[in-house]
């Protein structure tokens, strides 16, 4: 939530902070093995956009049509997330994530 907020506040130096802190988190949550992946999938339902983004972006090799959804469901925003989010379907279908 925090790397999404300061990324649309544009304080990169949070938003940098933050990035680190959740590569963390993701990492800590793949090896739990399939309860941390469960646990990632349900961050596809939280209320925040950014954290439902991130959870997208790392769940494509855990359940990508279930990702897939959410990405576009968040690439319908005029936001940066929801251009992020379309250009992460898009470099996921290039075969690039």
Known sequence: KKHGEATLSGDSNIANKSYDNLINSKEKLFAHGNCGKKNLIEL??????????????????????????????????????????????????????
């Open 44 to 97: 596809l339902n939280h209320e925040n956009d950014s954290v439902r983004l991130w959870a997208a972006t790392h769940c494509l090799h855990v359940d990508a049509p279930l990702a897939i959804e959410a990405l576009r469901a968040l690439a319908e925003s005029d936001s940066i997330l929801g251009f992020s989010a379309s250009m992460v379907i898009e470099e996921y279908n290039k075969g690039n994530i």
